[in-house]
């Protein structure tokens, strides 16, 4: 289980940021997390990932406090920034190892779970290939066979579909029901309505840092579409 906790963060000299967020997700749970443009989205996740320190509140994933042992909540986790952050000297596979070491793969571990994934993403050309030299897409492909390759008990993306072709697309779609079904849980930030209404059973949308809808996706859909409920909590915007 994933338990954010009053969790609040401000920038210094600004009232930016989010506020007294809590939030309970499950094994097998998928989350959309949506919100305006400066809402607090990226805010949030980066907090709840470990990038950001914050002001208030706690985050614990299953029994692990995130402040008191940090090196083992961050062994569980999978995390998709919103802009790839890599190494531009690096080859692919260099990059995934240098990862997979990280979380302590084994080798055979690795090469099993990376043979499904490259082919999967189409990167089976590409792996050898600099960093430097792909596309955003193929940079966000990249991403998501490092968070991936070692099954980490919760996923959270930052707005992974941007950058991505149509089959990338489907993959991911897929791949985020498969491992919900398998026990993962799953946090995501879109501005994809159309896909978050299908495929998630919970849905938060943020609204000048704050919470203003936190509940199952059933519950919201039986008053309106996904589309009309976030125009309307931000029409003040």
């Given at each position: 289980m994933l338990s954010v906790k009053n969790l609040s963060k401000t920038y210094k000299g600004s009232n930016k940021g989010v506020q007294n967020l809590s939030?309970?997700?499950?094994?097998?749970?998928?989350?959309?997390f949506i919100g305006a443009?400066?809402?607090?989205?990226?805010t949030t996740i980066k907090s709840i990932v470990g990038i950001h320190t914050f002001d208030e509140g706690e985050v614990k994933l299953y029994d692990t406090n995130l402040k008191d042992d940090p090196e083992h909540y961050k062994s569980m986790i999978g995390y998709?920034?919103?802009t790839p952050a890599l190494y531009n000297?690096?080859?692919g596979k260099a990059y995934i190892e240098l990862i997979a070491s990280l979380y302590k793969m084994e080798a055979d571990e690795l090469d099993e779970r990376l043979r499904y994934l490259l082919k999967e993403l189409k990167f089976e050309s590409a792996v050898h290939d600099l960093v430097s030299s792909y596309s955003h897409g193929m940079k966000q492909r990249l991403v998501l066979i490092a968070l991936l390759m070692h099954n980490p008990?919760?996923?959270?993306?930052?707005?992974?579909?941007?950058?991505?072709?149509?089959?990338a697309t489907d993959f991911l779609v897929n791949e985020m029901k498969s491992r919900a079904s398998e026990g993962a849980i799953i946090l995501y930030s879109t501005h994809v309505l159309e896909v978050a209404e299908k495929i998630c059973n919970?849905?938060?949308?943020?609204n000048n840092g704050e919470a203003v809808v936190n509940d199952s996706m059933e519950n919201v859909l039986?008053?309106?579409?996904?589309?009309?409920?976030?125009?309307?909590?931000?029409?003040?915007?």
């Open positions: 939030l309970e997700l499950h094994e097998g749970d998928i989350c959309a443009n400066g809402a607090g989205k990226t998709s920034p919103d000297n690096m080859t008990k919760l996923i959270i993306l930052d707005e992974p579909f941007v950058g991505l072709d149509p089959n919970k849905l938060v949308i943020l039986k008053k309106a579409s996904l589309n009309e409920i976030f125009r309307d909590v931000t029409s003040n915007e």
